[in-house]
């Protein structure tokens, strides 16, 4: 972020380190609960495999879908753009939009899972995988949105350049949230 008077001060090695350092130890500490969530939910993983298999997508997802709303709020707060008015359609093109590519990924990820379920014996079928990964997806991608605002806008309002901060925040919340949505989701599908 370009300092009010127009110098670059803000890009520096020290300003960002400043402005990172603590909020890199923070999220460190909140992503161990995800660690927590996954060795809690061991048994399940192992009962149904293919569960482990989906994890590092829905997480990778969830985290990709915070990137991409991040950045084009911030690219909208960088131009003057954005107001964050509930009547703007064009913040809520951006939500439909990440909500529709969420179902889509988690809907491919559910098929091919259950695909590679077929070549490995998995007991788990299609609609049990959908249920799981669609539900799970559409809780995480309201989530992001959720988070991507609040991130967005937060990091804005505190004088903060969004572009530096938004990413790392929305991928460690989404990994924890993400994790614990999709172990709850599936520990009710299957019945565990």
Partial sequence: ???????????????????????????SIVVLWAGITLEDAEALLEQYGILAVMVP???GTGGNLGAILC????????????????????????????????????????????????????????????????VSGTAIALLVVVFSFLATYGSYRLGVDPDDTTIPIITSLIDVFGVVIFVAVAALVVGV
Avoid at 88 to 103: K, M, Q, T
Avoid at 108 to 133: E, N, R
């Fill in 57 to 59: 997508t829905v997480i």
């Fill in 1 to 27: 972020m370009v300092a009010a008077g127009g110098s670059l001060d803000s890009w520096s090695a020290r300003s960002i380190v400043r402005t990172m350092f603590p909020l890199l130890v923070v999220l």
């Fill in 71 to 134: 950045s084009r709020l911030s690219t909208r707060f960088h131009l003057g753009m954005t107001e964050l008015d509930p009547r703007d359609p064009s913040l809520w093109a951006n939500v439909v939009a990440i909500v529709a590519l969420a179902l889509t990924v988690f809907g491919l990820l559910a098929v091919g899972a259950f695909a590679i379920g077929l070549v490995f014996g998995s007991a788990l079928s299609l609609a049990a995988l959908l249920t799981i990964s669609l």
